[in-house]
């Protein structure tokens, strides 16, 4: 009789590299035409459910009225927050609670006004809308073939799935001339990144278009940085922008000088001398609007 942990699919170096499933154990040594037979049985695969959907925002929580979002519906088999992808098609629709109006895209989606449609084989489409007006909605999805066995998870929002728009603001692009929010791909520590643009920009005669705010000058904007993963920051200004240092606070934000454009957009790299994800704000007081937040 042998003593010590048990496993199954290996022991230490010589482990079995894959998945095992339908694990059987008997009581004694099976014979060959036994083993033949359990080699050759054939067990069906249950139907695969919808378990949840899940939305995420282009733009994340917050964005403008005269700048248009993309969402993006997932369709997931397993529980939330895990998304493993599910393929068998859905059809559905977005709906959006609050009192901002919404201006759905019909053209994207698959579908025409706030349906969408996941072709078979795949797992996610994109959905265009734009909030008209100023103010906070609760966006959510409802799968009407197959229907999920559960509610819509969100990427986005506190809550999950809230959504603002303002007439005017920043937005942190990768040109001179978009009003598409960017996010910075991973950087290297202490080095500084590829020129992006912090636009000012604000809403027009025509709510579909963002016309330049803070155009052709420069101006002391409030800049400090949030640190997400880990949600803790290491001591010290450790983030900056066009070289220089920021504070990880809110309520210490640093002021940096920025030229703006024509456009509205004032070039700037970030460097930030430590590891994990941070998220860079900027804050401006100005006429023609007011609190410009990004």
Do not use: M
């Amino acid at each position: 009789t042998e003593t010590g942990a048990a496993s199954i699919g290996g022991d230490g170096n010589n482990s079995f590299r894959g998945n095992l499933d339908e694990i059987q154990v008997f009581n004694k040594v099976l014979n060959q035409e036994a083993l033949s037979a359990l080699a050759k049985a054939v067990h069906p695969c249950g139907a695969i459910a919808l378990d949840h959907l899940e939305i995420q925002s282009a733009a994340g929580a917050s964005g403008l009225t005269c700048a248009a979002n993309t969402l993006t519906i997932k369709a997931c088999t397993d529980a939330a927050p895990s998304c493993t992808p599910y393929t068998g098609g859905v059809s559905g629709y977005l709906f959006a609670t609050g009192a901002p109006t919404v201006n759905w895209d019909g053209t994207s989606g698959g579908a025409s006004g706030n349906g969408f449609v996941i072709a078979s084989g795949a797992s996610s489409v994109t959905k265009d809308l734009q909030l008209a007006t100023s103010g906070t909605v609760a966006f959510g999805a409802t799968a009407s073939a197959p229907a999920a066995n559960f509610s819509t998870a969100c990427g986005f929002g506190s809550p999950a799935c809230n959504y603002s728009a303002v007439a005017a603001g920043f937005v942190l692009t990768n040109s001179a001339t978009g009003t598409t929010a960017y996010t910075l791909p991973a950087q290297v520590s202490g080095v500084a990144s590829p020129t992006v643009y912090l636009r000012a920009v604000d809403s027009s005669a025509n709510p579909a278009v963002c016309t330049p705010a803070l155009a052709s000058q420069t101006v002391g904007v409030s800049l400090y940085y949030h640190c997400i993963n880990p949600s803790s920051c290491q001591a010290g200004n450790l983030a900056s922008v066009n070289s220089t240092a920021i504070n990880s606070s809110s309520l210490l934000p640093n002021s940096v000088n920025l030229a703006f454009d024509a456009n509205g957009s004032a070039p700037l790299t970030v460097r930030y001398d430590d590891v994990g994800q941070i998220t860079v704000n900027a804050r401006k007081v100005a006429l023609p609007f007011v609190g410009a937040t990004a």
